[in-house]
């Protein structure tokens, strides 16, 4: 037996197990692969993920050694499975808790009050995906000969089967078994997306893994392939901002900022999270910063803000809704000639928030801008 062949032999005993690591789909999908390790995907664990850490440092079940979050946090680890039991430390959880298969072998949904679950297939070897000038079709690998053996051809994957007919991969359900809400102990919506897909044709996927230009596999080359980066906080500027408008209108008493969000989700729905408009007006070479405006869902008790394992109640929301439109009024009259620069963007952790878990890392805390737009008045 060659190396060669001894080494696809293995590659395929493996995918044929269980778990599988991302270490065998490289081998075929060099570029995701690469892309996925850029990824939130890639860095959600308790290991790598500091926000993660800081809540679980704090958290009453640590004590316990109870963790709840594996399902959608680590879910490539196999003792923690459908349990509660702590991930261990090892290579899998820093580098894919979430693996290829964690997503990719998603076979249905079901919908709970506190949360989702995914339901994973049992059929060996299959994955799920989409495509849809194959929707519908079931791709086993085939060889194919014509004219006497002459021209050969190949399909699907040698490895793996490959399942185009299940509907949650093209309306986006595929991703709301982790994404969609979740409740505490308390029965409080700690987080809600509020998605409404309506007429859009816009999903999770398409909108969150754009096509970009690359090989999908090294076996078979193609132009295009999702992109797994995956990587909302540095791609936010150029992703999402596509979906938020932002406009001026004048009044009498001062002006208007309208706020459109065309995502079919909330933004920033997360209560660690919150966004924010900040609004400058230059005049005469002078510049005026106006008071921002902060848009966020904090949780509480007893009309005190508290972690979300305590809170029992939604102390504020106001964060900007699916497919809604904000009016946000200023009493600041406005002159001919006046520069006036509109700047929403958003904390990936509030800051005091990373201050009560004590988290100092900048990176974390740093006002991000989606949008920016200016407007000289007439």
């Not at 409404?196 to 596999?217: F, N, V």
């Amino acid at each position: 037996m060659s190396k060669l062949t001894f080494f696809f032999t293995l590659l395929l005993a493996s995918l044929q197990l269980h778990a599988l690591e991302n270490t065998a789909c490289k081998a075929c999908h060099p570029i995701i692969t690469a892309e996925y390790q850029r990824s939130i995907h890639a860095h959600s664990s308790i290991y790598t993920d500091p926000i993660h850490r800081a809540l679980w440092e704090k958290h009453p079940l640590k004590k316990e050694g109870r963790y709840a979050c594996a399902a959608c946090h680590s879910p490539s680890d196999p003792a923690v499975a459908g349990g509660n039991g702590v991930p261990a430390d090892n290579a899998v959880q820093r580098s894919e808790p979430i693996s290829c298969q964690g997503c990719h072998r998603i076979e249905s949904i079901e919908k709970h009050a506190r949360a989702n679950r995914n339901v994973y297939t049992k059929k060996p070897r299959t994955f799920f995906s989409a495509d849809p000038a194959r929707r519908g079709q079931k791709l086993h690998f085939q060889k194919r000969s014509s004219f006497f053996g002459l021209f050969r051809s190949k399909s699907g994957s040698p490895y793996h089967d490959i399942d185009y007919s299940d509907p949650i991969w093209y309306d986006g359900q595929a991703c709301m078994g982790c994404h969609s809400h979740a409740q505490n102990a308390h029965g409080l919506t700690l987080c809600d997306l509020g998605v409404k897909q309506g007429d859009s044709k816009e999903t999770c996927i398409s909108c969150h893994m754009p096509r970009k230009p690359g090989t999908l596999a090294n076996q078979k080359q193609s132009a295009t392939h999702a992109d797994h980066t995956m990587n909302l906080h540095s791609q936010l500027s150029t992703d999402l901002a596509r979906y938020l408008h932002l406009d001026l209108k004048r009044n009498p008493n001062g002006f208007d900022v309208l706020i459109k969000n065309d995502a079919t989700h909330t933004l920033f729905a997360q209560p660690l999270r919150s966004a924010q408009l900040r609004v400058s007006i230059e005049r005469d070479g002078k510049n005026l910063t106006l008071p921002p405006v902060t848009f966020a869902r904090v949780l509480g008790k007893a009309g005190k803000p508290t972690p979300s394992w305590i809170a029992d109640s939604v102390l504020r929301d106001d964060t900007l809704k699916a497919l809604e439109t904000r009016k946000i009024p200023f009493d600041t009259p406005l002159k001919a000639g006046d520069r006036v620069t509109l700047e929403f963007g958003y904390y990936r952790l509030r800051p005091k928030v990373a201050k009560k878990l004590g988290i100092d890392d900048p990176e974390l805390t740093k006002f991000q801008v989606m949008k920016r737009k200016e407007f000289t008045v007439r």
